[in-house]
């Protein structure tokens, strides 16, 4: 497809209007969606289906989804690995850079709607996750890619998730200002990330 499609003002709805109605057909009623009809959920997915809806403009049913990861979430800020039929589906580990998406996809959502409401609402399931996520970061910079529920946390980082967490931290970032929300420790802990994404390249992926 040629940028001038963009550029003509045809974007979105009418390219994409079927694929976002195949996500808001798959959607559960609880609000979670799956990879396809009667497949599993997986966090990081969610969000990104979530804002597919979002962007074509069906932004009752991405609402839906990011409440569904408001009640999901557990205690800790994070959230497992699987999940189907209403119950989880798979709880050997949590995974870094699926915590973290929510912080995307609620600044995504907002930039959208500028719906105030859902952003207050919101705030907290973000607040919690991206503290689960920088308790995962080591002295050099990274941030561990999961937490493994025998194993406990994954001595391990992956330059693609930790590419993912950057941009999720700045996300979260946008959102605390917007919140008046004060979190220099998240700027100083991007910071990090970032210069050992750019410099340490021997801190990523030393185990597969």
């Keep these: 497809m040629s940028k001038l499609y963009f550029l003509k003002g045809a974007f979105p709805n009418e390219y994409f209007q079927q694929t976002a109605d195949y996500i808001a057909n798959v959607q559960e009623p609880d609000g979670s969606i799956p990879w396809f009809e ?15 809806l979002s962007i074509c403009g069906k932004h009752r049913e991405a609402e839906k989804a990011y409440n569904w990861l408001k009640e999901t979430q557990r205690d800790n800020g994070g959230w497992w690995n699987a999940y189907k039929d209403g119950k989880v589906e798979d709880k050997t580990r949590t995974e870094s850079n699926f915590v973290a998406y929510v912080a995307t996809g609620v600044w995504h959502h907002f930039l959208i709607t500028k719906n105030f409401s859902f952003l207050y609402r919101l705030w907290p399931v973000v607040d919690a996750a991206i503290e689960f996520v920088l308790s995962l970061q080591t002295e050099h910079g990274e941030i561990s890619w999961a937490v493994d529920e025998e194993q406990g946390i994954r001595e391990d980082a992956l330059v693609t998730g930790c590419c993912s967490i950057y941009k999720s931290l700045e996300c979260a970032i946008n959102l605390a ?3 008046n929300r004060k979190r220099p420790h998240w700027i100083e802990a991007r910071n990090r990330l970032g210069h050992t994404l750019r410099n340490h390249p021997e801190r990523f992926d030393r185990t597969w």
Excluded: L, N, Q, R
């Design 38 to 52: 009667g497949g599993y959920t997986d966090p990081w997915d969610h969000v990104e289906s979530a804002m597919g």
């Design 177 to 179: 200002v917007i919140m």
